[in-house]
């Protein structure tokens, strides 16, 4: 297990609580549960290019957002999945809880409580990741697959060129 900390507002803070709660997960647990669902929605968070971005440290009055710092323990594939949320999308993981737990939080709570709510389809599939590194002349270029292709021949393939 990797211990770390994550900035969040008290509005962040106080919709996990709330949805401990009402469905009697741990909080790191849905931390976890609600990245994974939001990967469903990759696409619309990953940037090429650019710094880093963080969460807005003023708000619209110019005056400081109060944010809590929580201690959290995953294990390394949920931290390296973290990890590679925060090159992708090019945000401090912290931002990225933040923007997943307000946009997606309520759904994935509903489902939950509905008993909608199904693992394997909604999780980060890392028990079928593979990162493949191939060096050509100087340059080393990495492979990264999150989920398997339907036709394993597509991987071979793709390992051959």
Same mark, same amino acid.
């Given at each position: 297990?990797?211990?770390?900390?994550?900035?969040?507002?008290?509005?962040? *803070?106080?919709?996990?609580?709330?949805? =401990?709660? +009402?469905?009697?997960?741990?909080?790191?647990?849905? #931390? $976890?549960?609600?990245?994974?669902?939001?990967? +469903?929605?990759?696409?619309?968070? =990953? +940037?090429?290019?650019?710094?880093?971005?963080?969460?807005?440290? *003023?708000?619209?009055?110019?005056?400081? #957002?109060?944010?809590? +710092? !929580?201690?959290?323990?995953?294990?390394?594939?949920?931290?390296?999945?973290?990890?590679?949320?925060?090159?992708?999308?090019?945000?401090?993981?912290?931002? !990225?809880?933040?923007?997943?737990?307000?946009?997606?939080?309520?759904? *994935?709570?509903?489902?939950?409580?509905?008993?909608?709510?199904?693992?394997?389809?909604?999780?980060?599939?890392?028990?079928?990741?593979? #990162?493949?590194?191939?060096? $050509?002349?100087?340059?080393? !270029?990495?492979? #990264?697959?999150?989920? *398997?292709?339907?036709?394993?021949?597509?991987?071979?393939?793709?390992?051959?060129?």
């Amino acid at each position: 297990m990797i211990k770390t900390t994550y900035i969040m507002t008290q509005e962040v *803070l106080m919709m996990l609580q709330e949805a =401990e709660k +009402r469905t009697g997960w741990a909080m790191i647990d849905l #931390i $976890i549960a609600v990245m994974r669902y939001a990967m +469903r929605h990759h696409a619309k968070y =990953e +940037r090429e290019h650019g710094r880093i971005e963080y969460q807005k440290r *003023l708000n619209e009055d110019g005056m400081p #957002i109060p944010k809590i +710092r !929580v201690k959290v323990k995953l294990n390394e594939r949920e931290y390296d999945y973290f990890n590679d949320m925060r090159r992708f999308y090019r945000r401090s993981i912290s931002h !990225v809880i933040a923007i997943a737990v307000l946009t997606y939080l309520p759904e *994935l709570v509903e489902r939950i409580e509905s008993g909608a709510y199904d693992e394997e389809v909604d999780s980060y599939p890392y028990k079928s990741c593979a #990162i493949y590194d191939k060096c $050509i002349e100087e340059a080393t !270029v990495f492979h #990264i697959w999150w989920g *398997l292709p339907s036709d394993p021949a597509l991987l071979a393939a793709e390992f051959a060129r």
